[in-house]
């Protein structure tokens, strides 16, 4: 009788193929093992199966069944002759292809109560040691088993068993990292940032190690994206807690007055430099120094901070000496760095310097989830300071800072809730005190219809807004005092 030999290796080729598949896809080891129980029923033509694994020394766990019980399987397993007792002990796989008559198991009742005609059982091997085992069996006869059902499965289980073992090693280190993430998490105090957008859970997931670390960050972000926040939290829950957190506006100074504030100077390095100047770099020693607006360095400090992010050493203007500091660089810009390292205006060596690790702030149109957060959190912070009793936003304030655009992103959003706060003619704040409204647009040029009244409130609403709401600010602009601001403004909201 001549055997279809190349259909049935066919399939038992695709059941090696689906658990080979299986071992770089599927990480969850329950998963894992049904799917290799599936597998190795279909591919074998059994009826029923059972897959059995060590988990101490005196303890089998019957993992996952096909077509059969638990309470089935123990009396399959039951000892001294049980089949699946034999693979657990020598190691060796064992075919029957008869069993109701095969004299090694005539005494098993567990073998002849079912009536199995066709059995096999392969160990599941993991580094020379018996880790449990595969056991299949037809009643039927249907798929009657030979040796190379039995070849099939021992190349099946040895595949299978490393597949188990890489999913339980997946298992235990995903574990042991969410245990160590969690310990990490309650040591740092991130409160004061508010948020949980998927841009600012990702932040929260990585802040403690950026903390624990010495790494120099760069965070990009529009002006009011919390920047600075961040730079000053990484600095908070940093072993440098301690020691100085320096920040620097590197867009406010000339190159050479920012050069000699940095790196500081020696007397008569120049002309005005009478003393020697210790530079900021020897300030922050042991700290932080936040570089903002890094985007706006010239060549010359360019060329100096690489120097000292290659090797921690700097020298004074107008000093021959290198100085060595210990300190730690955050560097923050609301440009995206990349594109003035294209436009051949940042060096590309000291941007990778720099961009170790790469913190990006979305503005806060692109994160209206944290809005409602932020808001609430401005409200609580604003009405403790108010002599007013103010209870919340309506239903329609929410939607009217919800569906505002935040150019000037959460410093203009801290900025309008303040100044509601101040406006609230009643207990809850709405629409009309957020004054979130675009400013109509006007031709100064020919401008003769309206009052002085109506041109001023234009005006005065319009440098409110190129402030980011910002009262104080706003008022010295204006040659004003905040009094009068205040005033004016409740005055137009009538
Ligand atoms: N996620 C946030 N949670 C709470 N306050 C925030 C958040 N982001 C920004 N702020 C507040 O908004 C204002 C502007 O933030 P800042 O860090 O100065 O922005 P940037 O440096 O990007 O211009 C600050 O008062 C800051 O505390
Ligand atoms: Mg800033």
């Known amino acids: 009788m001549t055997r279809p030999a190349l259909p049935e290796s066919r399939e038992l080729l695709q059941g090696l193929f689906e658990i080979s598949q299986a071992i770089s896809q599927v990480q969850d080891p329950e998963q894992l093992?049904?799917?290799?129980?599936?597998v190795a029923v279909e591919t074998v033509g059994a009826e029923r199966g059972f897959l059995v694994l060590r988990e101490g020394p005196d303890r089998i766990r019957f993992a996952v069944s096909h077509n059969i019980s638990e309470e089935g399987a123990s009396r399959i397993r039951r000892p001294p002759?049980?089949?699946?007792?034999?693979?657990?002990?020598t190691g060796e796989p064992v075919l029957s292809t008869d069993a109701a008559v095969d004299a090694r198991f005539s005494a098993s009742e567990s073998v002849l109560d079912a009536q199995v005609r066709s059995v096999a059982c392969v160990p599941l091997v993991v580094r020379g040691q018996v880790q449990g085992a595969i056991y299949v069996d037809s009643l039927t006869g249907r798929g009657r088993f030979n040796q190379e059902t039995l070849l099939f499965l021992t190349a099946?289980?040895?595949?299978?068993?490393?597949?188990?073992?890489?999913?339980?090693l997946y298992a235990s280190l995903r574990e042991e990292n969410r245990l160590l993430r969690e310990q990490l998490r309650s040591e740092y105090d991130f409160s004061e940032i508010v948020g949980n957008s998927p841009a600012l859970r990702e932040l929260?997931?990585?802040?403690?190690?950026?903390?624990?670390?010495?790494?120099?960050?760069?965070?990009?972000?529009?002006?009011?994206?919390?920047?600075?926040l961040v730079a000053r939290a990484i600095h908070q829950n940093s072993p440098r807690r301690h020691r100085p957190f320096v920040t620097v506006f590197c867009s406010s100074l000339a190159e050479s007055v920012l050069e000699s504030e940095l790196f500081g100077h020696k007397r008569g390095a120049?002309?005005?430099?009478?003393?020697?100047?210790?530079?900021?770099?020897?300030?922050?020693?042991h700290g932080t120094l936040f570089l903002d607006e890094i985007g706006e360095i010239g060549p010359q400090i360019q060329v100096k901070l690489l120097r000292f992010l290659q090797n921690g050493e700097y020298r004074r203007v107008g000093e021959t000496q290198m100085r060595h500091s210990d300190v730690r660089i955050v560097a923050a810009t609301n440009k995206i760095l990349a594109d003035e390292v294209r436009a051949g205006r940042f060096r590309e060596d000291l941007y990778y310097r720099l961009n170790v690790i790469h913190i990006s702030l979305p503005p806060l149109r692109e994160r209206k989830d944290d809005i409602p957060l932020l808001a609430d959190h401005f409200l609580r912070k604003y009405a403790r300071r108010s002599p007013k009793r103010i209870l919340g936003f309506s239903p329609e304030a929410y939607k009217a800072l919800r569906s505002y655009?935040?150019?000037g992103n959460v410093r203009e959003l801290e900025n309008a809730v303040e100044r509601a706060i101040v406006l609230a003619k009643s207990e809850v704040i709405t629409p009309a005190d957020l004054r979130l409204e675009p400013l109509r647009e006007v031709d100064s040029v020919g401008d003769t219809e309206r009052t002085l009244e109506e041109v001023q409130?234009?005006?005065v609403l319009r440098v409110l807004r190129a402030n980011d709401g910002n009262i104080s600010q706003t008022a010295r602009k204006l040659g004003v005092s905040r009094r009068w601001l205040h005033y004016k403004l409740k005055e137009w909201q009538e």
Not at 81 to 89: E, G
Not at 204 to 226: Q, R
């Open 33 to 38: 093992l049904r799917k290799v129980m599936d």
């Open 270 to 285: 120049f002309t005005g430099a009478s003393e020697n100047k210790v530079g900021l770099f020897e300030t922050a020693n």
């Open 81 to 89: 002759q049980s089949i699946v007792n034999q693979v657990l002990q």
């Open 405 to 407: 655009s935040w150019p």
């Open 457 to 459: 409130r234009d005006h």
């Open 156 to 168: 099946f289980a040895s595949q299978a068993a490393i597949a188990l073992e890489n999913a339980r």
């Open 204 to 228: 929260f997931e990585i802040l403690p190690e950026v903390s624990a670390s010495d790494a120099t960050v760069l965070i990009e972000g529009e002006s009011g994206t919390g920047k600075e």
